[in-house]
T-cell receptor, first 114, second 115 residues
Framework: GNSVTQMEGPVTLSEEAFLTINCTYT??????LFWYVQYPGEGLQLLLK?????DKGSNKGFEATYRKETTSFHLEKGSVQVSDSAVYFC?????????????FGQGTELSVKP | NAGVMQNPRHLVRRRGQEARLRCSPM?????VYWYRQLPEEGLKFMVY????????ESGMPKERFSAEFPKEGPSILRIQQVVRGDSAAYFC?????????????FGEGSRLTVL
């Protein structure tokens, strides 16, 4: 079945460091890909998405490119801030005869130190 | 607040009791999803509902768990005869269209603790 694998956390960085969180997927067909972010004590929020191969999603300085050849959707940010500390989830759309749902990876915790 | 509303935010139950978790989707949304987040794990899909219909329950445990989304009122996730392994955060999400094409909006979750 469809699945998403993320790099394990926690990831600890200093402020202004470069961030990469790896995400690879297994899917039949051509799913849409998403990054969601969960701040402490809150629900998930959509960060960015890409709906087809070679699309780049971007938001708040984060970006990720849909790479069909490597089945990846790695999240990057050039300069992280303390306020970026959160758990980041990669997800793909899972379409079947019953409609659609999102399949999430296990999440990667990011901690940014001043 | 026009967001997804879940209640209760925290619920404590003893083994064998029932837990009822409620979710009011965003205004105008007719697609509701329930996910479970176990400690140190990611989000696991449980069930997808539209008004009065269960669309996909492939992630629901076969026993003790049920969900509904009536024509009027919130969606309910019901867990009967809770066990310690049911302790988790349960998140509800809603969308205007199917999740594959649109954005999922999540509630803040209901955290169930089973003693």
């Amino acid at each position: 079945g469809n699945s998403v694998t993320q790099m394990e956390g926690p990831v600890t960085l200093s402020e202004e460091a470069f961030l990469t969180i790896n995400c690879t997927y297994t899917a039949t067909g051509y799913p849409s890909l998403f990054w969601y972010v969960q701040y402490p004590g809150e629900g998930l929020q959509l960060l960015l998405k890409a709906t087809k191969a070679d699309d780049k999603g971007s938001n708040k300085g984060f970006e990720a490119t849909y790479r069909k050849e490597t089945t990846s959707f790695h999240l990057e940010k050039g300069s992280v801030q303390v306020s970026d500390s959160a758990v980041y989830f990669c997800a793909l759309s899972d379409m079947n005869n019953q409609g659609g749902k999102l399949i999430f990876g296990q999440g990667t915790e990011l901690s940014v130190k001043p | 607040n026009a967001g997804v509303m879940q209640n209760p935010r925290h619920l404590v139950r003893r083994r064998g009791q029932e837990a009822r978790l409620r979710c009011s989707p965003m205004k105008g949304h007719s697609h509701v999803y329930w996910y479970r987040q176990l400690p140190e794990e990611g989000l696991k899909f449980m069930v997808y509902l539209q008004k009065e219909n269960i669309i996909d329950e492939s992630g629901m445990p076969k026993e003790r768990f049920s969900a509904e989304f009536p024509k009027e009122g919130p969606s309910i996730l019901r867990i009967q005869q809770v066990v310690r392994g049911d302790s988790a955060a349960y998140f509800c999400a809603s969308s205007l269209n199917s999740a594959a094409t649109g954005e999922l909006f999540f509630g803040e979750g209901s955290r169930l603790t089973v003693l």
